[in-house]
């Protein structure tokens, strides 16, 4: 059992809004850096977002100013905030804890951001 699970993907128009989220069914979450990755049809996945344990963040340059990325540890809950979305940003966005140490890490099934212009 993949204990990522992302929801939130679905359809909308160019400048709509979307909030993904990802939950971790294991054990320290509050520990592990999460990301956020993409691929389009055709295309490599590629990194938008990643936040650190210590809530750090980086993006992608395509999705600066637009996209945000938060945690929960609460929750052991990663979410993407996509605003202002364009075309080009139609992808399956998956969730990723990253690997490290002697954690495995591990990636979500996906879900699919179709934007419509």
């Known amino acids: 059992q993949v204990p990522l699970v992302e929801s939130g993907g679905g359809l909308v128009q160019a400048g709509g809004s979307l909030r993904l989220s990802c939950e971790y069914s294991g054990r320290i979450f509050s520990i592990v850096p999460m990301a956020w990755y993409r691929q389009g049809a055709g295309k490599q996945r590629e990194l938008v977002a990643r936040?650190?344990?210590?809530?750090?963040?980086n993006y992608a340059d395509s999705v600066k100013g637009r996209f945000t990325i938060s945690r929960d540890n609460a929750k052991n809950t990663v979410h993407l905030q996509m605003n202002s979305l364009k075309p080009e940003d139609t992808a399956v966005y998956y969730c990723?804890?990253?690997?490290?140490?002697?954690?495995?890490?591990?990636w979500g099934q996906g879900t699919q951001v179709t934007v419509s212009s």
């Open positions: 936040i650190s344990s210590g809530g750090s963040t």
């Open positions: 990723n804890a990253e690997r490290s140490g002697a954690f495995p890490g591990y």
